[in-house]
């Protein structure tokens, strides 16, 4: 008989025994406290004594011992190290498996098959999360919840050995997800590289900008250069590590951003404002590709609400959209410079929208923008 007494947090883990960890950073520490939480035995190493101390002090784990004798082994180390501490664990414990949580797949692969390791205990894998602050100061348990994470077997790939490393993901709540390393490497670069670098670019735009203009920065500059804030020594060796699928992104996207500055030298020229609507047209149908919440490629409709500066408001907010049975899909907040209020950007599914604009409305509620305005 199942235990129906547990809530989805307290379910009890499908890893047992030991699982040791490999780097106490951002991942490796959030792994940590994720399994913690679920009563595994987590064992933790890592270079530097001070990040091993806070990670422990936080609750990610205890320290790894010489005697322990891990089932699992998640190696979460910078790119430029994933490859060798991967050979050092798997001469080091035999009886484990071995995965890794680095960002590129198929270069440590590479080095690994070149040194002539046995690769049978190593699946690699990926989780598709992360924040823009690392270290263990910055690890949560729950930055996993409905991520996707990347499982990379191959043909030697044992069953029970699959069964872990995606046992581990399931443990944290995240989707377990099959590719094979080249696969996940062009997919990254596409939806995760590719974006820091144009992001980073852009946010330098800014660095030089009049007082001036940044103070009609709004939602839109602040969406594109989220990400901008990530630390460089890390992307220099991500970025190192998968340069031809960034390469090749990058280059398609230098020609048709070239394509559009030279129709905006001369936007009269024929041909010219077609160029600018293919290329803002074809950025709508990319869009629409991306999956919405849960994974679902369902659409919804966005509108806007003012709210007061004060404190309470957006808990009133979301306690009447509860009251008019509105599901919110996606909230986005943005303050307006020198004015006592805020937009929040509510998106719901096309069916509720009249119901939750028209219910905000008779309850006071001021709707700043609707779709289509």
């Not at 190493?45 to 002090?57: E, F, N, V």
């Not at 490629?297 to 957006?314: K, P, Y």
Request: charged fraction near 25%; glycine fraction near 8%; charge should be negative.
């Amino acid at each position: 008989m199942s235990d129906t007494s547990r809530t989805p947090n307290e379910r009890a883990a499908r890893l047992s025994g030991t699982i040791r960890i490999v780097g106490a950073g951002l991942l490796g520490a959030s792994i940590g406290h994720a399994l913690t939480a679920k009563g595994v035995d987590v064992a933790l190493a890592d270079t530097s004594p001070a990040q091993l101390r806070l990670a422990i002090d936080y609750g990610a784990g205890r320290a790894a011992r010489e005697d322990d004798a891990p089932s699992l082994v998640v190696v979460a180390v910078p790119p430029d190290v994933t490859a060798d501490v991967i050979e050092a664990e798997l001469a080091r414990f035999p009886d484990a498996v071995i995965t890794d949580v680095a960002s590129v797949k198929l270069e440590p692969l590479r080095v690994l098959r070149e040194r002539g390791v046995d690769l049978t205990r190593y699946i690699g894998s990926h989780p598709l999360a992360g924040r823009e602050r690392g270290g263990a100061i910055s690890a949560r348990a729950d930055i996993f919840i409905g991520r996707p994470w990347v499982v990379c077997r191959d043909e030697e790939t044992r069953a029970a050995d699959l069964a872990l490393v995606e046992g581990l993901a399931l443990d944290l709540e995240a989707m377990p997800l099959e590719m094979t390393p080249e696969e996940h490497d062009r997919a990254v670069a596409l939806t995760s590289h590719v974006p820091q670098v144009v992001a980073s670019l852009l946010a330098a735009r800014l660095a030089d900008a009049e007082d001036g203009s940044l103070r009609l920065a709004g939602q839109g500059v602040r969406d594109t250069t989220r990400i901008a804030a990530s630390a460089p020594e890390l992307w220099v060796q991500i970025l190192g590590a998968n340069a031809a699928p960034v390469v090749s992104v990058l280059d398609a996207l230098a020609a048709e951003l070239a394509e559009v500055a030279d129709a905006l030298r001369d936007p009269d020229r024929t041909g010219s404002r077609r160029t600018v609507a293919e290329a803002i047209r074809h950025g709508n149908e990319g869009v629409e590709r991306l999956p919405g919440k849960h994974g679902q490629n369902r659409r919804f409709e966005s509108f806007v609400v003012m709210i007061d500066d004060t404190a309470g408001q957006l808990g009133r907010l979301f306690g009447e959209l509860g009251e008019l049975e509105v599901n919110v899909e996606d909230l986005r907040l943005e303050h307006s410079p020198g004015a006592q209020f805020g937009l929040a950007e509510i998106s719901v599914t096309p069916a509720a929208l009249r119901g939750a604009v028209e219910g905000l409305e008779a309850r006071g509620w001021r709707i700043a923008s609707m779709p289509d305005d």
